[in-house]
């Protein structure tokens, strides 16, 4: 049957995988050996990866020392922020008017770890006045941040015990009616700035 044709060639080379067949057993182990890590180390590299791009960094700005304010950042998450951007807007409250606006450059930073910080620095500095107060916002964001950060901060130079800021939620109005804020500022920041959302700014080790 195996003389002719087709069958011929099958003969042969069933023949040849007889006569090799522990040959053929030892390189099929080593290629195991070789491949399945190999798949693995690929399973592990995409799904790192795949958590990388849905994984969001989640930064917010801490504030303390309400004589001086003082803030840091710091990434609330497990994953790598990049390419971070804040800023600030702030009103000199207690200058002839119009208010002056302290000009704070806004800054960057190329990352910032997951679960760490970086700062602390001096929110007003050179700026600062004694006695003066200060009012306007605050915001922060990233490269893959899950969303952008921003607060109303209010201080009074110099005192301890009239410094807090708001964090502010998605539905919260992020401009503000410059108009209202120079006509009364008590009565535009006690408006936009309900009493039992202020957080303190107190004391810290940083």
């Not at 995409?46 to 994984?55: D, E, G, R, T, W």
């Not at 002839?96 to 602390?120: D, E, H």
């Not at 109005?173 to 303190?200: F, G, H, Q, T």
């Amino acid at each position: 049957m195996c003389k002719n044709g087709f069958l011929s060639k099958w003969c042969q080379f069933n023949a040849w995988i007889k006569k090799h067949s522990e040959s053929l057993s030892a390189w099929a182990s080593l290629l195991q050996i070789i491949l399945i890590p190999c798949v693995i180390f690929g399973g592990i590299i995409a799904y790192l990866q795949i958590v990388s791009f849905v994984s969001k960094a989640d930064l917010r700005l801490d504030f303390g020392t309400p004589k001086a304010v003082r803030y840091h950042i710091e990434n609330y998450s497990n994953t790598v922020a990049e390419d971070l951007t804040w800023g600030f807007g702030i009103f000199d409250l207690d200058t002839p008017t119009p208010f002056y606006i302290v000009p704070l450059v806004g800054q960057t930073a190329s990352y910032v770890r997951g679960n760490s910080t970086i700062g602390p620095w001096e929110l007003l500095g050179q700026y600062g006045q004694k006695g003066h107060r200060y009012f306007g916002f605050a915001n922060v964001s990233c490269k893959n941040c899950e969303e952008q950060k921003w607060y109303w901060i209010y201080t009074k130079y110099g005192s301890d015990k009239e410094s807090w800021f708001i964090e502010l939620g998605n539905r919260d109005p992020k401009m503000w009616d410059l108009k209202a804020l120079l006509l009364n500022s008590a009565e535009y920041i006690d408006s936009v700035c309900s009493k039992n959302r202020r957080m303190p700014i107190g004391e810290v080790g940083w």
